[in-house]
Structures are given as C-alpha cells and as structure tokens.
C-alpha cells in the first residue's frame, strides 16, 4: 500500500520542476523551510496558543543557525504586514509569493 500512496502523492513532473527551479533561483542550500499558519489559525481557531510573528522569527532563527542552515523558506498565508515583520527580523527569509517558480520575463 505504501507505493500505491506515495504514487498518488507524488507531486506531479511539472511541479517538481517549478519548485526546483524557485530554489535554484532564490533560496541557498541547505534551507529550512516551515508552513507557517497565520489567518484563520490565527484569529480564529487557535487565538491563545499561537505564537505572535516575532516568537515565529526568533524559532526559525533559532533553528536555521543550529542546523547551519543558509536561507529560510516560509510557506504562508500571512498578511503583507506580517510578512513585512518577519522579513525585518530575518535576514535570510524567502516567500513562494516572491517569485511563482517562472523567473522574471
């Protein structure tokens, strides 16, 4: 069963290519790379136990530097502002929203 699941998770060719392309482009192996819930997560569903943007740099940081890691990716649904935010305490923080995977043109 596993190969029967991993086959139907297996991200497609074209978007292997994409992905691999943004990296290439933006972001220095090796990186670390964390989904970072924001919006719904946030308000809503998990006000009290969600950490603020500040507590989420400093633990990316945290971790990229234990790891000797070189760039950060964050996957999110964070507003304009709080990407604003974690670009201010993060040095090396890169977004998918940054660039889609085409490259300029």
Same mark, same amino acid.
């Given at each position: 069963r596993y190969h029967q699941y991993r086959k139907l998770l297996f991200p @497609?060719? !074209?978007?292997? $290519?994409?992905? $691999?392309?943004?990296? @290439? !482009?933006k972001l220095q192996r090796p990186y670390l790379a964390a989904h970072v819930r924001r919006t719904d997560f946030a308000t809503y569903a998990h006000v009290d136990t969600t950490p603020n943007i500040s507590v989420v740099a400093t633990a990316l940081e945290a971790g990229r530097r234990e790891n000797n890691l070189r760039s950060i990716f964050v996957a999110t649904d964070a507003t304009k502002e709080e990407k604003a935010l974690l670009r201010s305490h993060l040095d090396s923080v890169v977004f998918f929203d940054d660039d889609d995977g085409r490259g300029a043109g």
């Amino acid at each position: 069963r596993y190969h029967q699941y991993r086959k139907l998770l297996f991200p @497609s060719l !074209r978007i292997r $290519e994409v992905g $691999e392309a943004f990296v @290439s !482009r933006k972001l220095q192996r090796p990186y670390l790379a964390a989904h970072v819930r924001r919006t719904d997560f946030a308000t809503y569903a998990h006000v009290d136990t969600t950490p603020n943007i500040s507590v989420v740099a400093t633990a990316l940081e945290a971790g990229r530097r234990e790891n000797n890691l070189r760039s950060i990716f964050v996957a999110t649904d964070a507003t304009k502002e709080e990407k604003a935010l974690l670009r201010s305490h993060l040095d090396s923080v890169v977004f998918f929203d940054d660039d889609d995977g085409r490259g300029a043109g």
